[in-house]
């Protein structure tokens, strides 16, 4: 298994920008497709991003053109750059990781506990 430890998250004014880090450790993190998921009060939790073990990114359209993933395989680190930010953006942000991209995609075997980003008007 791999465990997933989040970080960078906080009260940003919109427009503003944060990056989202993940750590990975106790497994083979460069073989692991990864995800980033966000989970608003009253709400399901979304697919925000993934990234393959080869690099190949997926957005959620909300958040096309303004966030950014990306990895660090030599860190065994996942990134999320966030720009551009709304209020609407604000929710607790997980990190997720699969062996297979379809799984981390629909349910990932992984997860971190969570970062909550806050974004006021």
């Known amino acids: 298994q791999v465990q997933l430890v989040e970080s960078g998250g906080g009260l940003v004014q919109a427009g503003g920008s944060l990056r989202l880090s993940c750590a990975a450790s106790?497994?083979?993190?460069?073989?692991?497709?990864m995800g980033w998921y966000r989970q608003a009060p009253g709400k399901q939790r979304e697919l925000v991003a993934a990234?393959?073990?080869?690099?190949?990114?997926s957005y959620h359209a909300s958040v096309k053109g303004r966030f950014t993933i990306s990895r660090d395989n030599a860190k065994r680190t996942v990134y999320l750059q966030m720009n551009s930010l709304k209020p609407e953006d604000t929710a607790v942000y997980y990190c997720?990781?699969?062996?297979?991209?379809?799984?981390?995609?629909?349910?990932?075997?992984?997860w971190g506990r969570g970062t909550q980003v806050t974004v006021s008007s």
């Open positions: 997720a990781a699969d062996s297979s991209w379809e799984e981390v995609r629909v349910s990932p075997r992984s």
């Open positions: 990234i393959t073990s080869s690099g190949s990114t």
């Open positions: 106790g497994s083979v993190f460069s073989i692991n497709d």
